[in-house]
Nanobody, 123 residues
Framework: DLQLVESGGGSVQTGGSLRLSCVAS????????VGWFRQAPGKEREGVAA????????YWSQSGKGRFTISQDSGANTVYLQMDNLQPEDSAMYYC????????????????WGQGTQVTVSS
């Protein structure tokens, strides 16, 4: 089974930056689309950004578009989420996920999920 491990979360003040990393256990990113999702307490999981095997980048408009940037290092089996100008509403557990053969806009079409990394933004 494909294993995904997120890191890079933490606590920052409003306006700060974090870079999240998602490392896969095997050479993955040529075959899978990889997405970042987040879930805050009491709310449903929402998409943040996704990247295709060819490097195409996609963003959910309500989840940091314009402030967040997704990128990849295929040689290192790593996908990054650079988060700038963080706001309190960005506080959530952030999950990395990988999928194939489906619609990258649907969370249900991601087959593999990491365990998450917590991001907390304070005023």
């Amino acid at each position: 089974d494909l294993q995904l491990v997120e890191s890079g979360g933490g606590s920052v003040q409003t306006g700060g930056s974090l870079r999240l990393s998602c490392v896969a256990s095997e050479y993955t990113y040529n075959d899978y689309y990889v997405g970042w999702f987040r879930q805050a307490p009491g709310k449903e999981r929402e998409g943040v950004a996704a990247i295709t095997p060819r490097g195409g980048k996609n963003y959910w408009s309500q989840s940091g578009k314009g402030r967040f940037t997704i990128s990849q290092d295929s040689g290192a089996n790593t996908v990054y989420l650079q988060m700038d100008n963080l706001q309190p509403e960005d506080s959530a557990m952030y999950y990395c996920a990988a999928g194939s053969g489906g619609n990258l806009w649907r969370a249900s079409d991601y087959q593999y999920w990491g365990q998450g990394t917590q991001v907390t933004v304070s005023s």
